[in-house]
């Protein structure tokens, strides 16, 4: 009897693809990779990995004639079409790797030389994460096991994509998962199952964020995931609902902890309404971890210089590493590193979003134990050798304040050698 969660041959001509794609799953899974890529060009299809690095890795180019059937392969296991050419498909399978389940996102989008097909892994141990699995300053913890603990509130993780915020937030759920709580997930779609929580899916024509969340008011949850506040309605009644006996997790797409509050003011939120409900907000991003057995002291290139002499002159004369590479990493990077911002809510912080002044909100910041900017942790980060200055560089590149006025130093909190468990490198969200 074949396995359901392996690929089977099922035809004469099959047995090459099938060999090919149960070593390629099992070859993205073990190495930590976040998607396996398969791509028609004029001279075949290639196979890349999303690797552990967040970088995109050339594996390996197959004929047409075999990734034919590998995709047939692909559709066949998620119900899909096999004849629909000229619209965009999404499926999902699940396969077993090691013991391990793995659920797989198909997406398939017509190109001029075919299609691209990209299966996204998400692997179910991220599902498990507790919160001191996740890497960040004792006193970033410490906090965050505090404000989580409110019976109600609103507690934001903010960040582009592949920056964590799906993993970190469900760390705090599995903290918070016990029988005498309702916790309920609204998400597009559930990336992991979580035992004794209710979890829908969300469809943007039957059923939206903002509907999903409206009905779940009903069914007298204590916790709220919120996979997503994309609209002004979903961020309004996630609002209302965290100053009206919930605690509502919800992530965001912003620059930073600040500009989480801008961006919500953007929505339409009510100042005072966010006020009053905001717990927590946290900045989140993935940079590239140096390998630490071939990562190297190099002297700073004049980029590098200026942009410190401007942000913090007093590391001008700090060693600072970089990527070299070895048999170990690939091209000298081996994982991520999670840099955080955390800002509380609290009397100082609703006066000044009421005031929706971003002076007065990073004032009220820097007054709290536990706060350092995106760029102060990244470069704690690179000070410790454990990512290039170019990745801070890269990381707050979009950011409206690089560091704070004078020396940006006092609120810098040194991780514990027992803090340094990173964060799933596979994670994209």
């Known amino acids: 009897m074949s396995d359901p969660t392996r690929f089977a041959v099922n035809g004469r001509t ?17 190495q930590g990779a976040s998607d396996i890529h398969f791509e028609d060009g004029d001279f075949g299809c290639s196979i890349r990995f999303r690797n552990a690095s967040g970088d995109l890795q050339d594996i390996q180019r197959i004929d047409r004639d075999l990734a034919q059937v590998v995709d047939e392969k692909i559709r066949a296991a998620c119900d899909l079409s096999l004849h629909e050419r000229h619209a965009p498909m999404d499926g999902r ?44 300053t004792d006193a970033v913890r410490a906090a965050i096991a505090d404000v989580i603990q409110e019976p109600e509130g609103l507690i934001l993780l903010s960040g582009p994509t592949g920056s964590g915020k799906t993993t970190t937030l469900y760390s705090i759920l599995n903290d918070l998962n016990e029988p005498h709580r309702k916790i309920i997930t609204v998400e597009d779609p559930v990336e992991y199952r979580l035992e004794n929580a209710t979890q829908i899916n969300v469809d943007r024509d039957q059923l ?47 620059n930073d902890a600040a500009g989480t509050i801008t961006r919500l003011d953007d929505l339409g939120v009510n100042k005072l309404n966010l006020a009053l409900a905001l ?37 001008l004369d700090t060693p600072f590493r970089v990527a070299c590479g070895c048999d170990q990493c690939v091209r000298g990077v081996k994982g991520r590193v999670p840099v955080m911002e955390m800002l509380l809510g609290g009397p100082a912080m ?33 000070v410790a050798g454990d990512i290039a200055l170019a990745e801070v560089r890269r990381l707050t590149s979009s950011l409206e304040e690089v560091m704070p006025v004078g020396d940006g130093a006092q609120n810098v909190v040194p991780i514990a050698p027992a803090d340094r468990s990173s964060i799933a490198v596979g994670e994209r969200r």
């Open 14 to 30: 099959h047995g090459p693809a099938v060999e090919l794609l149960n070593r390629l799953f099992d070859d993205a899974t073990r």
């Open 93 to 136: 399978m699940f396969i077993e790797v090691d013991d391990r389940m793995v659920d797989v996102r198909v997406s398939v989008v017509p190109t001029r030389c075919g299609q691209s097909l990209v299966c996204r892994l998400l692997d179910q141990k991220n599902a498990s994460r507790r919160l001191h699995e996740i890497e960040m």
């Open 208 to 254: 939206p964020f903002a509907r999903a969340l409206r009905s779940i008011l009903r069914q007298d949850p204590d916790i709220i995931l919120v996979g997503e506040i994309r609209d002004a309605e979903t961020a309004q009644i996630a609002v209302e609902a965290s100053y009206t006996g919930h605690l509502v997790l919800a992530s965001i797409h912003a």
């Open 279 to 315: 717990r927590a907000i946290i900045a989140q991003r993935l940079p590239k971890r140096l390998c630490s057995a071939c990562s190297e002291e190099k002297p700073l290139i004049a980029g590098e210089r200026e942009w410190l002499t401007l942000t913090a002159s007093h590391h």
């Open 350 to 382: 609703r006066r000044a979003i009421g005031l929706n002044n971003r002076a007065e909100i990073m004032r009220a910041a820097r007054q709290q134990p536990q706060y350092e900017s995106l760029a102060e942790a990244g470069l704690r980060h690179a």
